[in-house]
T-cell receptor, first 114, second 114 residues
Framework: QQQVKQSPQSLIVQKGGISIINCAYENTAFDYFPWYQQFPGKGPALLIAIRPDVSEKKEGRFTISFNKSAKQFSLHIMDSQPGDSATYFCAAIDSQGGSEKLVFGKGTKLTVNP | KAGVTQTPRYLIKTRGQQVTLSCSPISGHRSVSWYQQTPGQGLQFLFEYFSETQRNKGNFPGRFSGRQFSNSRSEMNVSTLELGDSALYLC?????????????FGPGTRLTVL
């Protein structure tokens, strides 16, 4: 059972364009939603995260939009750069049990063409 | 601060063998989680240790086990290896677990089972 569904699987964007990755979740107990960026040969690195009491969070060119009623959240990368080419994972945590169990989406491979 | 380190980085084993992977968390971090990453299943949670106790476990067979030492270093063991165990095994650490704590990932151990 996939608890976090991520789309698209792959995305090709021109330099300067906007990259949009969408995720949907089922478990209403999830209360923390991080996005991770992974380059080949590296482990995932936290990019930006949001809590469900906030509808939007922006850090530089990266913005998370969160729709609690629809149980959906998305990552927008503005002015996409070739250096942003990586695999992006959305994730969710149910932290009430004090655990660190991250549930990941399947990932989106982003390619930004120069 | 040094990041999360994992050893070895690459490992080749044959079916039926067992393997032990090691993870050294960031100094001061007490929570260590393990994930399996494969192209088909993506990132899947294996287990989490906090203060030498397993706090949460994913849906993996009992062949997968782990432990954590008093210095927070962790090991993961896989017995009776199967071809399907070929994956990138990632370890992540966080300060004390719980709500909103960032997990820092290591570079992973690439396990190939022949």
């Amino acid at each position: 059972q996939q608890q976090v569904k991520q789309s698209p699987q792959s995305l090709i964007v021109q330099k300067g364009g906007i990259s949009i990755i969408n995720c949907a979740y089922e478990n209403t107990a999830f209360d923390y939603f991080p996005w991770y960026q992974q380059f080949p040969g590296k482990g995932p690195a936290l990019l930006i995260a949001i809590r469900p009491d906030v509808s939007e969070k922006k850090e530089g060119r990266f913005t998370i939009s969160f729709n609690k009623s629809a149980k959906q959240f998305s990552l927008h990368i503005m002015d996409s750069q070739p250096g942003d080419s990586a695999t992006y994972f959305c994730a969710a945590i149910d932290s009430q049990g004090g655990s660190e169990k991250l549930v990941f989406g399947k990932g989106t491979k982003l390619t930004v063409n120069p | 601060k040094a990041g999360v380190t994992q050893t070895p980085r690459y490992l080749i084993k044959t079916r039926g063998q067992q393997v032990t992977l090691s993870c050294s968390p960031i100094s001061g971090h007490r929570s260590v989680s393990w994930y399996q990453q494969t192209p088909g299943q993506g990132l899947q949670f294996l287990f989490e240790y906090f203060s030498e106790t397993q706090r949460n476990k994913g849906n993996f067979p009992g062949r997968f086990s782990g432990r954590q030492f008093s210095n927070s270093r962790s090991e993961m063991n896989v017995s009776t290896l199967e071809l399907g165990d070929s994956a990138l095994y990632l370890c992540a650490s966080s300060p004390w677990g719980g709500y909103g704590n960032e997990q820092f990932f290591g570079p992973g151990t690439r396990l190939t089972v022949l």
